[in-house]
């Protein structure tokens, strides 16, 4: 449901297509229509990092987690970006994984061509993939908010994660990742 809405409010951005020109070389395109322009274009991102163990009701949850992510959108200006992302995570001491899927918003301030600092908040689900079922987790909502930079192509980026493993369980914890912004 999360997607489609978001695919949705795309659409209007989609239909200016047939309008486009490239305005410089750093992947800008101007949609010119009848009442202003627009800048929008695709971005893609590949990410890979650590969540640390985290907190469950004051409580260490021993809770690390390794995770791939991959996220695509479009770039809405040079100062915002909406986009799909989908990652998987592997819970080391708990032997579990989990599919985070979500909605990625950004909000850039570009210092120069090459390095732009973004806040972004994350809203989706997860859901828990094997032995966590046994343990009667099946997921819930997961969010993650943070701080990071982007430098020519490469992304870094630390924040929170909050993760719902069921109704009654979830985990808060901090999260470092590096990738590439394609």
């Known amino acids: 449901m999360l997607f489609l809405a978001v ?19 750093n992947r800008e ?6 009442e202003h ?3 929008v274009w695709y ?9 640390l163990d985290g907190k469950v009701d004051g409580e260490d949850a021993k809770f690390g987690r390794v995770f791939v992510e991959t996220i695509h959108g479009a ?6 970006f909406v986009g799909l992302g989908l990652g998987v995570q592997y819970a080391t001491d708990w032997e579990s994984i989990t599919m985070p899927a979500f909605v990625d918003l950004k909000g850039y301030y570009p210092v120069t061509e090459k390095f732009a600092p973004y806040v972004n908040v994350d809203l989706g689900y997860t859901p828990v993939l094997d032995e966590g079922k046994q343990n009667g987790f099946d997921g819930g909502f997961y969010a993650a908010y943070g701080v990071g930079l982007n430098y020519g192509k ?29």
């Open 75 to 80: 770039r809405i200006t040079k100062y915002a």
């Open 154 to 182: 490469l992304n870094f980026g630390i924040g929170c994660q909050h993760q719902a493993l069921n109704s009654d369980y979830a985990c808060n914890s901090f999260f470092v990742k590096v990738g590439l912004k394609f």
């Open 43 to 51: 971005q893609g991102e590949l990410n890979v990092g650590y969540g």
């Open 37 to 39: 322009t627009v800048d």
């Open 7 to 25: 695919a949705l409010l795309s659409a209007p951005a989609a239909s200016f297509a047939q309008k486009m020109t490239v305005t410089n070389i």
């Open 29 to 34: 395109k101007t949609y010119k229509t009848t």
